[in-house]
């Protein structure tokens, strides 16, 4: 399979219905995200995202079941000392898929109603859940998968466990870990003549031994 990159996928061989025709679509692929979106989802990366996916037929006419996994490494802030980390992270989704030929230009996530509104959900009959809906055979899960992944990665990171963070005038200090005010000279040299270890020599008296 051919790596691209966007996350375009063609489910018109699901959509035929036609006998012998496929009953799932495979599909896997590097999607570079637009800055827009990513900006809409508050997400910076350090590189493609890498999905895969698979559609299958449930057996109904415009019903499908679509799971799949995104991931790919996100950059975030140390929350100590600010520093750029690199965090791998990876989503993964399953979703009911419904098709309305015409309906949505994109591919939309429609969330099922609050708990509070389900004496209205007899109106939309068996779809109770989230889904998504889509109206053309060529989907474009781009938007989603960026917005899924966003979703995954963790609220807070640090560059290393034991980061020691910034000091109160804004040195990192895992770089220059010994910024600190300088108070006196440490490690005073206290070599003197009494402590040679050849000071006792001094008392022999070499000449008269012979
Ligand atoms: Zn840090």
């Not at 790919?72 to 098709?99: H, I, K, N, Q």
Request: charged letters at 25%.
């Amino acid at each position: 399979m051919v790596p691209r990159s966007d996350a375009l996928v063609n489910l018109s061989s699901l959509l035929r219905h036609a006998p012998g025709s496929p009953s799932d679509v495979e599909a896997e692929g590097l999607l570079v995200p637009s800055a827009e979106e990513l900006a809409a989802d508050g997400l910076r990366v350090a590189g493609p995202l890498h999905w895969q996916l698979v559609v299958r037929s449930t057996g109904g006419d415009d019903d499908y079941l679509v799971d799949g996994t995104v991931s790919g490494t996100v950059v975030m802030e140390c929350r100590r000392c600010l520093e750029d980390v690199e965090v791998p992270v990876e989503a993964s989704f399953v979703y009911e898929m419904v098709y309305q030929a015409g309906k949505t230009p994109a591919l939309t996530l429609v969330e099922a109603p609050l708990p509070s509104d389900e004496q209205d959900v007899g109106a939309f009959g068996d779809v109770d859940e989230d889904h998504l809906l889509f109206g053309h055979p060529e989907v474009d899960f781009g938007p989603l998968l960026v917005q899924w992944l966003a979703i995954e990665q963790p609220l807070t990171v640090l560059c290393q466990p034991d980061c020691r963070g910034l000091s109160i005038d804004g040195v990192n200090l895992n770089e220059y870990p010994d910024h600190v005010p300088a108070e006196g000279v440490e490690g005073k040299d206290a070599k003197d003549s009494a402590s040679s270890p050849f000071a006792a020599l001094a008392d022999l008296d070499v000449e008269s031994s012979s």
